[in-house]
């Protein structure tokens, strides 16, 4: 339940990650959720936790994607969570922990694509999905003009897309 009267001003942002890995095929591992927006392989960075560790972490465990070499930080913004955020019971909780956001960018050669826990992927991620970047860009700017609660965040995403082309 949200809390009306939390200075949201005051809370921490909550650490994240995400990764654009580009295959052998120039494809990028994305997913399209379906529920109109794309999803790229990331999530929370754990306390005291390497950023690009749990970046690996996250890749693994979501999408089976195995890097190769290192990954090359491109960027970091914060961005403040809107009131209508939180959908699910999870994201509830954060939005009364958390204002939004702290989200670190990286760029990553796939090395190899495996399913991570055997037949299954993390809740969410139904299989490996490399995708055309065009594909992505063009599923993102679906929602332009973007809400300015996520603009930042959604114009650095087709920057790094457009870099990748």
């Given at each position: ?32 959720t379906k529920k109109g927006y794309i999803e790229f392989p990331g ?123």
């Amino acid at each position: 339940m949200k809390n009306k009267n939390l200075d949201r001003s005051k809370l921490p942002f909550r650490k994240n990650c995400e990764g654009y890995f580009i295959c052998k095929n120039r494809k990028i591992i994305a997913q399209d959720t379906k529920k109109g927006y794309i999803e790229f392989p990331g999530g929370g960075i754990d306390n005291n936790e390497d950023i690009s560790k749990a970046l690996l972490r996250e890749a693994y465990e979501e999408a089976g994607v195995i890097i190769e070499g290192e990954l090359k930080k491109i960027g970091q913004i914060n961005f403040v969570w809107s009131p209508n955020w939180a959908k699910s019971e999870k994201q509830k909780n954060r939005y009364n922990e958390f204002q939004g956001e702290e989200m670190h960018f990286f760029i990553g050669e796939v090395k190899e694509l495996v399913c991570p826990k055997g037949d299954s992927y993390e809740e969410g991620w139904e299989n490996n999905v490399d995708m055309e970047i065009k594909e992505v860009v063009d599923i993102i700017k679906r929602d332009f003009p973007f809400d300015k609660d996520i603009k930042e965040y959604r114009e650095f995403q087709l920057k790094i897309l457009d870099s990748l082309k």
